[in-house]
């Protein structure tokens, strides 16, 4: 298969880019231990050819994101070690969030980067999972592109019925993990390990508290669902929940873009604003979780010749236009993938 060059701005002639590079963005169900979040976290200084770009910590979902990039062979063992120790740290049977969630090690997916494919995340997908249960017990699904049955290709039938869930599900044959056994591991609960491309984790503000509201909201927008007996269309590579965020005093439609190239930030954040108006409510602004690549927010071929003053400028209008820093500042050179990546010391060595 065809290796995958991502295409960054500006990249000059840097060695990194002759490198074979995979992201990895793990989420761990913990949002509220700094103490413990900071020692997984360190964990990654240890690997001298891997990268943690950003962590983007959610206290109301009670988990963090973490966008790391590496080599293959140095991945794998970064993440094995993160794994066990968040493993360690992270006890499922007193943890609460808002964001549905199945293991301490919610989801891991591996993503094509620089010089890389899909065939080489999903190889790592399975040799990680394999190593994760017979070395730290704890059960693994496969999903995305790396999945062995197709039940699991999406992340929701993966996470349904949640943590709380898992001894029902271990009492269907058909629900075995794809590593394990019906055990139920009840300190780190299930990890769904995968492989997959570009996804945008993009929140949307409502000026109302009410998480009916906005799950009726997101029921509207996702992708094709059964309704009375029909499927109704919604926005393709969209998914979709509605949640109360209690630190924020409103409610969001939170979703997930599989592909921004088919259906884009601005579609998303429209087409919410629309279903809201039915129920005479305001979109006030969004939040992005995690990073972004650039060409999510600048639709343009010619970002690699715009002078950066022009290429601020543009994110800078979409910035305005999403309301993304309603929440919080946002900040290029931390949340746009390819900024972030050409300013970090780990790339200019």
């Known amino acids: 298969m065809e290796k995958v060059t991502t295409k960054l701005i500006n990249l000059g002639s840097n060695s990194k880019i002759d490198q074979s590079l995979i992201e990895c963005v793990i989420n761990i169900s913990e949002g509220?231990?700094?103490?413990?979040?900071?020692?997984?976290?360190?964990?990654?200084?240890?690997?001298?050819?891997?990268?943690?770009?950003?962590v983007d910590i959610g206290k109301a979902a009670n988990r963090s994101v973490l966008t790391i990039i590496g080599d293959k062979k140095s991945l794998f063992d970064a993440i094995f070690e993160l794994f066990r120790v968040a493993t360690h740290l992270i006890d499922m049977q007193n943890h609460q969030g808002i964001h549905p969630r199945i293991?301490?090690?919610?989801?891991?997916?591996?993503?094509?980067?620089?010089?890389s494919?899909?065939?080489?995340?999903?190889?790592?997908?399975?040799?990680?999972?394999?190593?994760?249960?017979?070395?730290?017990?704890?059960?693994?699904?496969?999903?995305?592109?790396?999945?062995?049955?197709?039940?699991?290709?999406?992340?929701?039938?993966?996470?349904?019925?949640?943590?709380?869930?898992?001894?029902?599900?271990?009492?269907?044959?058909?629900?075995?993990p794809d590593f394990g056994d019906s055990t139920f591991n009840r300190q780190s609960g299930i990890s769904v390990i995968g492989a997959r491309d570009f996804l945008v984790a993009f929140n949307v503000n409502l000026d109302t508290p009410s998480p009916d509201i906005a799950k009726k909201i997101a029921a509207a927008i996702r992708e094709k669902r059964v309704e009375k007996g029909s499927v109704q269309k919604g926005l393709s590579c969209v998914k979709a929940i509605g949640w109360y965020v209690?630190?924020?005093?409103?409610?969001?439609?939170s979703t997930n873009i599989l592909n921004y190239e088919i259906t884009s930030l601005f579609e998303v954040y429209d087409s919410i604003a629309k279903e809201a108006e039915g129920y005479g409510v305001k979109v006030n602004g969004s939040e992005l979780i995690g990073m972004i690549p650039i060409g999510a927010l600048v639709a343009t071929e010619k970002l690699p010749s715009l002078d950066s003053s022009l290429r601020s400028a543009l994110i800078q209008a979409s910035v305005q236009r999403l309301g993304l820093?309603?929440?919080?500042?946002?900040?290029?050179?931390?949340?746009?993938?390819?900024?972030?990546l050409m300013e970090t010391p780990w790339y200019e060595t």
């Open 32 to 54: 509220r231990n700094s103490k413990s979040l900071k020692t997984i976290t360190n964990i990654l200084s240890n690997y001298s050819n891997v990268c943690l770009l950003h």
């Open 103 to 115: 293991g301490a090690v919610d989801v891991c997916p591996f993503i094509p980067f620089i010089n």
């Open 117 to 176: 494919n899909i065939e080489e995340c999903i190889g790592l997908a399975h040799q990680l999972g394999e190593k994760i249960w017979k070395e730290l017990n704890v059960p693994v699904y496969l999903y995305g592109k790396a999945a062995k049955n197709p039940s699991r290709i999406s992340l929701a039938n993966c996470r349904r019925g949640e943590y709380e869930g898992i001894p029902d599900r271990m009492s269907d044959d058909n629900n075995y």
């Open 246 to 253: 209690e630190e924020y005093g409103f409610a969001q439609v």
């Open 325 to 340: 820093d309603s929440i919080s500042p946002f900040i290029a050179n931390e949340k746009i993938l390819e900024i972030k």
